[in-house]
């Protein structure tokens, strides 16, 4: 499986909203709604930001929101913060138990 | 309290064997429903699913890599191993273990943990 398509960076000032995508296909993003997407501070693991294409785990802020559209997943973050700079992931099912992982998405504010 | 701690060798020759464990405390992989995954990450570059294995001891694997990859539990002593033969210094990168089914389904990643960065190198 070939990996989804995210842009390699975006950037906006805080207060701002920004949006990623994540473009798959209709064998991953497109046939199932089994996407999440992650952030990642440099030198630290992973955490799921959302789950589901729209769920936030508990203790994720309410300024992240997920939405999914054909084969394209989107994750916005509003009333942007210095805190959100990182890198974002988006991961989506494959079909035949296996999952794809996006290229990333490095998020700067400005 | 969730943690998973990957543990394996830093350093490996080409063409050898990769064997690496997760040890993790705070849940069980007996209990239904709950897995544990393997994903690595070249340095600068983007996640790679590797391969889960569930509470039933069914296991799944990269397509791309399923070839080289064999996991496995300990359900007793709370570990998982991920062995890769015929490392390549491609294969160069940090491996994490990150339990899903608890949060939505399987293929959710809720934990993770610090990640191990193997090279290959001669």
């Known amino acids: 499986q070939s990996a989804l398509t995210q842009p390699a960076s975006v950037s906006g000032s805080p207060g701002q909203s920004i949006t990623i995508s994540c473009t798959g296909t209709s064998s991953d993003v497109g046939s199932y709604n089994v996407v999440s997407w992650y952030q990642q501070h440099p030198g630290k693991a992973p955490k799921l930001m959302i789950y589901?294409?729209?769920k936030r785990p508990s203790g994720v802020s309410n300024r992240f929101s997920g939405s999914k559209s054909g084969n394209t997943a989107s994750l916005t973050i509003s009333g942007l913060q210095a805190e959100d700079e990182a890198d974002y992931y988006c991961?989506?099912?494959?079909?035949?138990?296996?999952?794809?992982f996006g290229g990333g998405t490095k998020l700067t504010v400005l | 309290q969730v943690t998973l701690r990957e543990s394996g060798p830093a350093l490996v020759k080409p063409t050898q064997t990769l064997t690496l464990t997760c040890n993790f405390f705070g849940f069980s992989l007996s209990t239904s429903g709950m897995c544990v995954s393997w994903v690595r990450q070249p340095p600068g570059k983007a996640l790679e699913w590797l391969a889960l294995?569930?509470?039933?001891?069914?296991?799944y694997y990269s397509t791309s890599l399923k070839t080289r990859l064999t996991i496995s539990k300990d359900t007793s002593r709370n570990q998982v191993a991920l062995t890769m033969t015929n490392m390549d210094p491609v294969d160069t990168a940090t491996y994490y273990c990150a339990r899903s089914g608890v949060i939505g389904g399987r293929y959710y990643f809720d934990s993770w943990g610090q990640g191990a960065l193997v090279t290959v190198s001669s």
């Open positions: 294995i569930d509470w039933e001891d069914d296991k």
């Open positions: 589901e294409g729209s």
């Open positions: 991961c989506s099912y494959a079909g035949s138990s296996t999952v794809v």
